[in-house]
Structure formats: C-alpha cells, structure tokens
C-alpha cells in the first residue's frame, strides 16, 4: 500500500494548520454530502476524479474521505498510481469524522 491511513482527528490537525500544504478530498455522492459535509473539504465524487484529476495539486498532502473508508483507499491507490506522492485515506470515513472530531456532523 504506498499510500498511508490516517485518523480522522490527525486529519483534522494537518488540514486545519491552514498553511495551504494539505488537502481534505471528499470522494462521495452529492446527496451524501448534502446528508454530511466537512466544510474544509473539497468535493469531487470518485467517478468523477478520473476527468478531473487536473484540478489536484501534485505538491500538496492528499487526504481522501468518504463515508466508512472503503473508497477512498480506492481513490487513494488511484492517486498514487497516477502520479500523486503524498497521499493519505481517512480511516473511518466521515463516519469516523463524526465520532473523533465533530459530533454535529450527522452519522448516517
């Protein structure tokens, strides 16, 4: 696996230094981010990644979400193969999110 797992809280803690190095992706369906949403995140559905890989910086910490973890260590493994060297994959999901950092995010 040449990408990493992360915790949602130390997620949290490297998106959140807001010095512009990392990046939260969030790689579920629109109607899932409606239900729950992290609002430093920026949303592009697994599906779509493929055609949109161009609007990911290279140089910058990746760390993938989605609802449980499963996807995103698909999109993270994508990533890696596909050029991008720091990449990470939010263990848990956005389900853990709402557990570890932020209990107003509702759990579904």
């Not at 990493?4 to 109607?31: H, N, W, Y």
């Not at 599906?47 to 949109?52: D, I």
């Not at 993938?64 to 995103?72: I, P």
Request: charged letters at 25%.
């Amino acid at each position: 696996m040449p990408y990493t797992m992360i915790s949602a809280s130390a997620a949290r803690d490297r998106v959140g230094r807001g010095d512009g190095t990392c990046v939260l992706l969030d790689v579920r369906q629109p109607e899932e981010v409606r239900t729950a949403s992290v609002k430093m995140a920026i949303v592009i559905p697994m599906m779509e990644l493929p055609n949109r890989l161009g609007e990911l910086d290279r140089a910058k910490d990746i760390i993938v979400m989605c609802h449980h973890g499963m996807r995103s260590q698909q999109v993270a493994d994508f990533l890696v193969r596909s050029g991008y060297p720091k990449v990470s994959s939010v263990t848990g999901g956005i389900d853990a999110w709402a557990v570890e950092v932020d209990p107003t995010v509702p759990r579904y």
